[in-house]
Structures are given as structure tokens and as C-alpha cells.
């Protein structure tokens, strides 16, 4: 089993920038893809990054490229999401998904593909 814990969430202006991170346990150096998905109240929960297991594989939403960046950090079992141009629509709770199973070089937009989920992080965009 992983285990993920989200933290770097909170409040932010938008046009400002915010980094979430997922910090990953247990059996993470199976890690595979890893994923940020978010859900707004009232919505269902959307892909909004993946990476893979190398790092070197990348992939977004339309609604967030080229404003957000996802990495990781394989020595210090961590992902990350650095969000920057905020606005007020990416106000969301963000939850960071990892698998095990899978293709290691690639990354999944849907969420069944992942079986480890954090508890997600609240980001708040103000205007």
C-alpha cells in the first residue's frame, strides 16, 4: 500500500502563485504515473495533471497549461504542483494520486487508473 499526504494548500489572490505538494509513504518506490486531480463543490473531480515515474513525461488539462507544472522528487518520494496565474476557477480541494500497476514512462488522465489517493489540500483564488 502508498500512502499520500497533501499539504501547501490555503489562500491565494488571483494572479498569484501557490505550490501544493504530496509527500508519499509506504511502498512509493513502486510508484508508477502519478497524478493532481481537484473537485470544486458541486462538481465532479477533474485531471488536472499527471507525471511519470522518471519525471520526464508530462501532461495537463487545457484549463491549466502553461499556468500549472506538475514534478517530482523520486529521492524525497514527493510531488508537486506549482500553480501560478491563479484564478479564481482553479478554487478547488486538490488530491494527488499514485499507482502502482501500469506503465512506468507514462501518465493517465482518468482517475480509475490510479488505486492511492491523498486526502486532498483546499486551494481558495480570491479576486
Known amino acids: 500500500q502508498v500512502q499520500l499526504v497533501e499539504s501547501g494548500g490555503g489562500l491565494v489572490q488571483a494572479g498569484g502563485s501557490l505550490r501544493v505538494s504530496c509527500a508519499s509513504s509506504?511502498?512509493?518506490?513502486?510508484?508508477?504515473?502519478m497524478g493532481w486531480f481537484r473537485q470544486a463543490p458541486g462538481k465532479e473531480r477533474e485531471f488536472v495533471g499527471g507525471?511519470?515515474?522518471?519525471?520526464?513525461?508530462?501532461g495537463y488539462t487545457d484549463s491549466v497549461r502553461g499556468r500549472f507544472t506538475i514534478s517530482r522528487d523520486n529521492a524525497k518520494n514527493t510531488v508537486y504542483l506549482q500553480m501560478n496565474n491563479q484564478k479564481p476557477e482553479d478554487t478547488a480541494v486538490y488530491f494527488c494520486a499514485a499507482t502502482i500497476t501500469g506503465l512506468s514512462e507514462t501518465w493517465y488522465p482518468v482517475a480509475s487508473q490510479y488505486d492511492n489517493w491523498g486526502q486532498g489540500t483546499q486551494v481558495t483564488v480570491f479576486s
Open positions: 507525471i511519470s515515474r522518471s519525471g520526464s513525461h508530462t
Open positions: 509506504g511502498l512509493a518506490f513502486s510508484i508508477n504515473a
